[in-house]
């Protein structure tokens, strides 16, 4: 298994988009993953085998990106007063350095869990974020913080990402003076894509948004990620159902209306399917779509995502091309990766 992975894993590497001229000026890769959660029921695993358990079978296909980015699903603490919800999180400042040795260079930190023990437990993962070069966007001390961009520039490209949420505990949401997460309100994500077109080359939105276990969008979700990508957005990622939505193609840019848990402490047996997608810009423009596909049943991977080939891995690149379908789009599949090129 260790040979067949590590084969996969040079081979995703080797196809890496532009890897021919990684440091021409204008282009760039992303690789975007969904729920990062260390915590829940992954508590026990990470003190049996350290933090950076998550992400040893992925941390190369991340390392070879330009720019690798997730979805940051709760705090990083030691106090605070939960929020009185079914689900809270609070996660040991100490695993908090993994996420960079994991390869990750920003964190989208808009959803349902990182206001869970207030705003103490925001402040102490922004300045551990800070303290370690990983750039975040989506919540901060106040809104306008919140909606602040994260740029990021690699080979002469500046790459913009703005985070949002949309779900509930609307208490979470930040205001003029109070900390939070950013609210995905149209008009606003409208607003600062436009304002951060004006100094960026790319624009990348994240939404934590829809419902959970649901594959399909709903009706504003592509409302949403549609005004985005017209008021100036080059690729629009989305999290929150825990389980992969659909990809669409929107105007020449792409749209993953949810990418499904990444290393997550859930033991759900519903949500086992996920993607590590890779895109390659030059400058603003798409240039090619690389999906790896992921195994992510905590039973069986025990919290440690795993790219899978063969017959598992067509099986779920052919699940995400039968839900893309609907949206007017499907991937190209050989040897258990999906990809899309443009010229």
């Known amino acids: 298994m260790r040979a067949t992975l590590s084969a996969f894993l040079l081979a995703v590497c080797a196809a890496h988009p532009f890897a021919e001229d990684p440091n021409r000026p204008g282009r760039i890769t992303i690789a975007a993953v969904g729920d990062v959660m260390l915590g829940g029921s992954m508590a026990a695993m990470l003190a049996e085998s350290g933090a950076d358990h998550p992400f040893d079978r992925t941390r190369e296909i991340l390392a070879a990106a330009d720019i690798a980015v997730g979805n940051l699903e709760a705090p990083f603490g030691t106090r605070g007063t939960p929020f009185k919800k079914r689900f809270t999180f609070l996660v040991p400042p100490r695993h ?191 240039s090619e779509i690389k999906v790896v596909p992921l195994c992510v049943d905590n039973h069986r991977v025990r919290y440690q995502p795993t790219p899978v080939t063969g017959e598992e891995g067509r099986r779920i690149l052919d699940n995400l091309n039968a839900i893309s379908r609907p949206l007017g789009f499907e991937l190209d599949v050989t040897d258990s990766i999906g990809h899309r090129r443009f010229d």
């Open 96 to 286: 908090a350095p993994a996420l960079a040795r994991a390869g990750f260079d920003v964190m989208a930190l808009a959803n349902n869990h990182m206001m869970d023990y207030g705003p103490e437990p925001l402040q102490a993962t922004l300045r551990l974020l800070d303290s370690l070069g990983i750039a975040y966007s989506g919540a901060g001390m106040d809104a306008s913080a919140a909606r602040r961009p994260a740029v990021v520039e690699r080979g002469g490209v500046r790459a913009a990402f703005l985070s949002y949420s949309r779900v509930h505990p609307l208490q979470f949401w930040a205001g003029k003076r109070k900390p939070g997460t950013a609210p995905a309100n149209d008009a606003e994500v409208a607003a600062d894509v436009r304002a951060a077109r004006r100094d960026a080359d790319l624009v990348v939105v994240s939404v934590h948004w829809g419902a959970e276990l649901m594959t399909r969008p709903k009706d504003y979700q592509v409302r949403l990620a549609h005004a985005a990508i017209d008021a100036g957005a080059d690729l629009v990622l989305g999290h929150h159902p825990h389980v992969l939505q659909g990809l669409e193609l929107y105007k020449g840019k792409l749209i993953a209306y949810s990418l499904g848990n990444f290393a997550f402490g859930s033991g759900s047996r519903r949500c086992t399917e996920s993607i590590i997608l890779i895109t390659g810009f030059e400058g603003a423009k798409l």
